[in-house]
């Protein structure tokens, strides 16, 4: 069993489903309200040990009751929680989703989540350090995701850049980590002076470019190659990404090759948008080779 640090947000996702997007200054009547747990670095951790995956967790959650209901659902899913702290004067960090249109549209309220500091990383160098692998995402303090890459860089533990959401990212740490996973947007701005062909060619089995229903496109050193999706009938988008980041990782630390990772990731993705939440749909790592 590999073992695998995920350091980033944990969230309350406040998931309202409509036939439509409200216009500005629209009032329109929903279909549904749910409350999931989510956040970015949550998903990744559960996911990757729906996977089998032995997961740490390193975040932060609010004095609250969503913070509680994050903490069970971390150990409902065999996700270790030893570097998950409750931040007792602030609230949990929320996600606002809006289904409809056949996608999702996300607004993203940080709370304690801008406790993950580097001084908060210092508390969990022990198990960062003897991971396969380290999965961070951009939910979390800028400065935390530098520190962290140079632990890693400087440690020889691989890490893997969610750039989510998308912000502009330093040289330095795009060179110290091992994979970075922007879709098509973050593309963009990670590499605003180059187009995406240039970019992939500059970092050859390292920079995948998810494409959503298209799939995942990387160079192999010699070649562009577009790893397709899987079609489904999707019920919920939210989560895939987080889902294809876990479920890549979990494949890469156990020795599969790029391809073979990037297609592992996306059936574990497609399986995810067939159910409701980010969570929810995440499958087993049993759902997933049995679907390849």
Same mark, same amino acid.
């Given at each position: 069993?590999?073992?695998?640090?995920?350091?980033?947000?944990?969230?309350?996702?406040?998931?309202?489903?409509?036939?439509?997007?409200?216009?500005?200054?629209?009032?329109?009547?929903?279909?549904?309200?749910?409350?999931?747990?989510?956040g970015k670095g949550a998903n990744q951790a559960v996911a990757a040990a729906r996977l089998g995956a032995e997961v740490y967790m390193v975040g932060c959650?609010?004095?609250?009751?969503?913070?509680?209901?994050?903490?069970?659902?971390?150990?409902?899913?065999?996700?270790?929680?030893?570097?998950?702290?409750?931040?007792?004067?602030?609230?949990?960090?929320?996600?606002?989703?809006?289904?409809?249109?056949?996608?999702?549209?996300?607004?993203?309220?940080?709370?304690?989540?801008?406790?993950?500091?580097?001084?908060?990383?210092?508390?969990?160098?022990?198990?960062?350090?003897?991971?396969?692998?380290?999965? $961070?995402?951009?939910?979390?303090?800028?400065?935390?995701? &530098?520190?962290? @890459?140079?632990?890693? /860089? +400087? #440690?020889?533990?691989?890490?893997?850049?969610?750039?989510?959401?998308?912000?502009?990212?330093?040289?330095?740490? $795009?060179?110290?980590?091992?994979?970075?996973?922007?879709? &098509?947007?973050? @593309?963009?701005?990670? /590499? +605003? #002076?180059k187009d995406i062909h240039t970019a992939l060619k500059e970092y050859p089995n390292k920079l995948l470019i998810t494409e959503g229903k298209n799939g995942?496109?990387?160079?192999?050193?010699?070649?562009?190659?577009?790893?397709?999706?899987?079609?489904?009938?999707?019920?919920?988008?939210?989560?895939?990404?987080?889902?294809?980041?876990?479920?890549?990782?979990?494949?890469?630390?156990?020795?599969?090759?790029?391809?073979?990772?990037?297609?592992?990731?996306?059936?574990?993705?497609?399986?995810?948008?067939?159910?409701?939440?980010?969570?929810?749909?995440?499958?087993?790592?049993?759902?997933?080779?049995?679907?390849?």
């Open positions: 069993m590999i073992k695998m640090t995920v350091i980033g947000s944990s969230s309350m996702d406040l998931v309202v489903t409509a036939l439509k997007r409200p216009n500005k200054g629209e009032t329109i009547l929903g279909d549904s309200f749910k409350t999931v747990p989510g959650v609010g004095g609250d009751t969503f913070g509680e209901e994050i903490l069970n659902n971390f150990t409902s899913n065999g996700v270790i929680t030893t570097y998950v702290e409750p931040v007792t004067h602030l609230e949990t960090g929320t996600a606002h989703i809006t289904l409809a249109e056949g996608d999702n549209s996300i607004i993203v309220v940080k709370g304690a989540n801008d406790y993950v500091t580097p001084a908060y990383i210092d508390k969990a160098l022990d198990v960062i350090v003897k991971s396969d692998i380290v999965l $961070i995402q951009q939910e979390i303090p800028e400065e935390t995701i &530098e520190y962290t @890459a140079k632990i890693c /860089f +400087e #440690n020889s533990v691989p890490l893997l850049l969610n750039p989510a959401p998308a912000r502009p990212i330093s040289k330095t740490v $795009i060179d110290m980590a091992a994979y970075i996973t922007p879709n &098509e947007w973050e @593309a963009s701005v990670l /590499f +605003e #002076n995942v496109r990387y160079n192999d050193g010699d070649n562009e190659v577009l790893v397709p999706a899987f079609p489904v009938e999707a019920v919920d988008t939210t989560g895939a990404g987080d889902t294809f980041n876990a479920a890549f990782a979990v494949a890469i630390a156990e020795g599969k090759t790029i391809k073979d990772s990037i297609l592992f990731a996306n059936r574990a993705a497609s399986l995810s948008v067939t159910k409701f939440g980010a969570q929810g749909g995440m499958p087993t790592r049993k759902e997933v080779e049995e679907n390849l």
